[in-house]
């Protein structure tokens, strides 16, 4: 049963990678100009180029505590709902005064297949995605961050305080 979960787990992943790599290829920057015709200088007209401003989409998760029916043990789901486009998952960290639990996308993703050990996890599928934690963890207050990363290794990051329950 429980490692039927983490084949769900490892496949919401795989399908939460290529969906978000969709329709991600780069686009040009400024439109291009052409230079003004040459008139006198009292005849020249000036044109001011205007750029609108990229719009940039936020980052959108849910932490989920819930206990779900048929799992057993102190974790916590997570859900990447919207991410700007060119950017995947790169990192999850749980950061509090007494842990520092950093997974890159890759190990979590073989903790899902594996369904061993606490830390985070995503299933093959990328159905599931979450944290385990053992006992002596719950209650503990801290930070889970999200880092993102496009193909410039530029970086966001989504941060949220949270105490295990």
């Known amino acids: 049963m429980k490692k039927l979960r983490f084949i769900y787990v490892w ?9 978000s790599a969709c329709g991600n290829a780069p686009q040009s920057g400024a439109p291009s100009s052409t230079p003004a015709e040459q008139k006198p200088a009292d ?10 401003p990229i719009k940039q989409v936020p980052i959108l998760m849910i932490i989920d505590q819930t206990k ?7 974790m916590f789901y997570f859900t990447v709902e ?15 005064d007494n842990h520092q639990i950093v997974s890159t996308s890759e190990e979590a993703s073989k903790n899902g297949a594996t369904g ?7 299933s093959g599928n990328g159905q599931y995605s979450g944290f385990i934690y053992d ?31």
Do not use: C
């Not at 919207?82 to 509090?96: H, T």
């Not at 496009?150 to 966001?156: C, G, H, R």
């Open 82 to 96: 919207q991410v700007p486009e060119g950017y995947l998952l790169a990192e999850m960290k749980w950061i509090s």
């Open 11 to 19: 496949g919401a992943v795989a399908i939460l990678l290529l969906t």
């Open 116 to 122: 061993e050990g606490y830390g985070f996890y995503i």
């Open 135 to 165: 006992d002596k963890m719950k209650g503990e207050h801290g930070q889970v961050v999200f880092v993102f990363r496009n193909d410039d290794k530029e970086e966001l990051t989504w941060k949220q305080n949270i105490t295990l329950k």
């Open 68 to 74: 779900q029916e048929g799992f057993e043990g102190n």
């Open 43 to 52: 005849q020249q007209v000036k044109k001011e180029r205007t750029q609108s």
